[in-house]
């Protein structure tokens, strides 16, 4: 609803604006793809990808904050503001307005003068005045002649002109402090490249996320990898590009997978000015995945000095990252890592339910799965997480991940707790671990990227105490009312370098 809309704009905006206040480098709002949850979207964008008001205002800060040094907060009586934070850009000052809720009749009084239309100010250099005013979308909102802004969204920025030191300005102690930790360095300008690298990916191939490129080959096999080279600069390029791949986010002690890469380095590319060619190369992920979920792509371009290709090429020109991910076979992941304990997942005695709202569940073993949940859910809360108790002998603390061979056979997101003694302290995976196409998959747990489940009890340490961990729970959240989750092996596995 657009109530919700500008309350969500409101917030995420404001994020923003402390965030620039408090010298943080980078802002990521929650959340800019349209996101569905129990009949509430929580993005910016909706269904269609069309931008909401949330977006519109996420933009309009990033658009007038951009280089934006914090000088202060404007000292303002009027008790509907909340915060007043004033900004400064080369000549320009900028003031945002926040009261805190949106309201369309609302105005506030600042302690300053307006600035007439063709006054530029010379005359009184003393004062700051209103230039004008913007709502939290950049739209321009009228100043009543006593100097009264409107703020009908919450928010809203004050274009100033006159000093910027001293009254009506005062600096938070704190917030200054931040602020000069945190302010952005100067850095050399660089000649940007006319050159501009693009993956052309093929959805068949592989599925697109923030963290990478997923390989939906089970198991990863040899795949075409091709990039396009734009030259958006008005002279013909010639040169060379090098692709080359290694083991990404491999841990300390682990077994680095193997990726072939077949055509390593094209030397002759040429691309006329304003127009682009393609080049790929092939890459073999059979042996890449396994105790290194991921792989890094870099495929970097160097110029010729002499386009006859008599001279040796210069420094990179341009380059592209990419990383993959993808599975194994249960016996090739198990090759990358140093010892392996599979659990007796069979014993159904080991199982205890747990199911949300009024949801039944039943454990047993099938054909092909050792253990195989079955789960009907009638109302909205549709999470089934049952508690398996680790054998006493065990440890985790000499493990370093569990690798688990499981199918999903309805829509859902499967995923691992660990639970700390019997508190309700949960640690869980961040992502689900397998395609719930109700086909099998090899999927590695590593417990230094587990995450404090915040719908459980809080930790007063804050982190995963391996040594406390007596069970798991494997499972899942289903977008079906019935759904099955079938597990055949479940391994703790460790690394080379892991006691």
């Known amino acids: 609803p657009a109530d919700q809309d500008a309350a969500s704009a409101l917030d995420i905006t404001m994020k923003a604006v402390e965030a620039r206040a408090c010298g943080v480098a980078r802002y990521f709002a929650f959340v800019y793809p349209y996101y569905d949850e129990n009949d509430n979207n929580f993005g910016m964008m909706d269904k269609q990808a069309t931008p909401l008001r949330s977006m519109a205002a996420y ?42 809720k949106p309201n369309p009749q609302a105005k506030v009084n600042l302690p300053l003068s307006v600035l007439p239309k063709g006054d530029k100010g010379a005359t009184r250099p003393e004062a700051m005045r209103v230039v004008a005013a913007f709502g939290i979308d950049g739209r321009t909102l009228a100043v009543a002649p006593d100097g009264a802004v409107p703020v009908p969204d919450g928010l809203s920025y004050v274009r100033l002109e006159g000093l910027v030191q001293g009254a009506p300005l005062v600096a938070p102690p704190r917030t200054m402090r931040l602020w000069n930790l945190g302010r952005p360095r100067p850095r050399r300008a660089t000649e940007p490249s006319p050159l501009v690298l693009r993956y052309q990916f093929d959805r068949t191939l592989v599925e697109p996320s923030a963290r990478g490129y997923r390989v939906k080959a089970v198991p990863a096999a040899t795949m075409p990898v091709r990039v396009r080279v734009f030259n958006l600069g008005a002279v013909d390029f010639a040169g060379r590009i090098v692709l080359k791949a290694q083991p990404d ?11 072939a890469v077949r055509g390593q380095a094209i030397e002759s590319l040429d691309v006329p000015a304003g127009k682009w060619a393609d080049v790929s190369w092939e890459l073999d992920f059979s ?14 371009v160097e110029k010729r000095a002499d386009p006859g290709g008599a001279s040796p090429v210069g420094p990179c020109e341009s380059q ?12 090739s992941a198990l090759l ?6 599979r ?50 002998d065990l440890d985790l603390r000499s493990f370093t991940g569990l690798l688990i061979r499981a199918r999903c056979h309805k829509p859902g997101q499967v995923r691992v707790f660990l639970w700390e003694g019997d508190r309700g302290v949960g640690y869980l995976t961040p992502e689900a671990l397998v395609l719930p196409d109700s086909q099998w998959h090899v999927a590695l747990v590593r417990f230094e990227d587990l995450v404090r489940s915040t719908a459980n009890a809080p930790d007063p340490d804050g982190r995963l105490d ?34």
């Open 249 to 259: 986010d491999a841990p300390a002690g682990a077994k680095p997978g193997r990726v």
């Open 466 to 499: 391996l040594g406390q961990v007596r069970r798991i729970s494997i499972g899942m959240n289903s977008q079906a009312a019935e759904n099955m989750l079938d597990v055949s092996d479940a391994y703790l596995v460790a690394d080379q370098g892991n006691p």
């Open 59 to 100: 933009a309009c800060a990033a658009h007038l904050l951009r280089g934006c040094e914090y000088v202060g907060d404007l000292e303002a009586n009027d008790r509907t503001i909340q915060r007043a934070r004033v900004f400064r850009r080369g000549p320009e000052t900028l003031a945002v307005i926040y009261t805190g």
């Open 287 to 300: 042996r890449a995945f396994g105790a290194s979920p991921w792989v890094a792509v870099h495929a970097s």
């Open 343 to 392: 659990l007796p997942i069979e014993d159904m005695n080991r199982w205890k339910p747990n199911v949300g709202g009024d949801g039944t569940m039943t454990m047993a073993k099938a054909d092909e799965a050792p253990w195989r949940l079955s789960v009907k859910f009638h109302e909205a809360d549709r999470w089934v997480y049952p508690y398996y108790d680790l054998p006493k």
């Open 320 to 331: 592209l990252w990419l990383r993959f991910s993808g599975e194994s076979t249960l016996s």
């Open 336 to 341: 990358g890592f140093a010892r392996n304990c």
